[in-house]
């Protein structure tokens, strides 16, 4: 028998699109994120295989457990893009379905959050992917509901599903990321209900609030998101505590910074903008710094540039 995946206190990386790719990933690996999962991959791509996808679905050697989560609601479709995930039955443990994005150009055609409106397919999609996938785990990331909070039927539903664990972003597809928004308790309501073990997430951004929602929702696990974007060390901040240092964000940067051009090549100093946009907020001068970071596009003079910021720069009192 294959134990269940989810220890007590595991602490999830949130699949993020345009930030949780591989070099971000191994950043949060080195920092304690137990579990890692890839950014949103739609079914017809991974069907289709196109090359962009292919290099969605690649993980690092670090990265283990790793879950690859996929979007979709058309059971053939399904079928064909599980064919390409069997393939990496040896390196990839955990096949996560969404049912939270509140995209249009995912819910308005079935998928994502919409399934939380239609429970029974829900089920029958995660039934089919237990029974063609090979990976040895499947999980499922929910809202509380579509466009009102239903997180005892959703709880229910799920018992009569085979996953190994279920994540809970505490808030409805309709409350998008509204900040008030946010409610453990209704993810408490799942918790007690549930069979397996419940991952919550939603704005937890330091060691206490980790404590607390902890303690409000009874989870097995956390997951964090945005709140890694601008520190990337806050799972060992959880675990066992870790002082911040403006010399500690430099050297996760350029370490950060330097994976990034080797897998993407020059176009790596593009998508890096908006990680030198998170990672400078609350350093003194961030804001020409961010100027500056936006007109550039080389890989040794934006290097330069961040050396030279972060050499100089302090927390803002
Ligand atoms: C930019 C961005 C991209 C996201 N991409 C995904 C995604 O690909 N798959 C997914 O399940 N959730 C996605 N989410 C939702 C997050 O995984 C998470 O549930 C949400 O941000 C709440 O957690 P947080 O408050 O810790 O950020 C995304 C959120 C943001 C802000």
Redesign the pocket.
């Known amino acids: 028998m294959i134990l269940n995946i989810i220890k007590d206190n595991t602490l999830m990386m ?6 949780s790719d591989l070099p971000f990933r191994e950043v949060v690996k080195k920092f304690g994120a137990d579990i890692t999962v890839s ?2 991959i739609s079914v017809h791509a991974l069907a289709y295989q196109n090359k962009k996808t292919l290099k969605m679905v690649e993980k690092s050697p670090l990265e283990n457990p790793f879950a690859l ?1 996929i979007a979709g609601n058309d059971l053939e479709i399904i079928k064909k893009a599980v064919e390409l995930i069997n393939t990496f039955k040896d390196t990839i443990q955990i096949l996560d379905l ?1 049912c ?2 509140p995209a249009p150009k995912v819910s308005h055609h079935g998928s994502g959050s919409s399934l939380l409106k239609d429970l029974d397919k829900l089920v029958s999609i995660l039934r089919l992917l237990r029974e063609v996938s090979l990976l040895p785990f499947l999980s499922v ?1 929910v809202r509380l509901g579509f466009d009102k909070k239903i997180p005892l039927e959703i709880a229910n539903a799920l018992n009569d599903a085979p996953i190994d664990y279920v994540v809970v ?1 505490g808030r409805t597809k309709s409350d998008g ?1 509204k900040k008030d928004k946010i409610d453990y308790n209704s993810i408490a309501l799942m918790k007690q209900t549930l069979k397996c073990p419940l991952i919550a ?4 951004t330091s060691k206490e609030v980790a404590k607390q929602v902890k303690e409000q929702t009874g989870a097995d696990g956390l ?5 890694a974007i601008e520190k990337p060390w806050i799972f060992t901040q959880i675990k066992e505590g870790l002082e911040e240092s403006v010399s500690l964000r430099k050297k996760v940067i350029l370490e950060h910074f330097d994976r990034s051009i080797e897998f993407r090549g020059d176009y790596g100093v593009i998508m890096f903008r908006k990680n030198l946009h998170a990672y400078s907020k609350g350093l003194r001068g961030a804001s020409d710094f961010r100027n500056l970071a936006n007109t550039l596009s080389d890989p040794k003079e934006t290097r330069k540039v961040i050396e030279d910021f972060f050499n100089t720069t302090d927390f803002e009192s």
């Open positions: 949130a699949p993020l699109a345009g930030y950014e949103m989560q969404n939270g994005c990331k972003h990321y997430n939603g704005e937890i997951m964090i998101g945005r709140a």
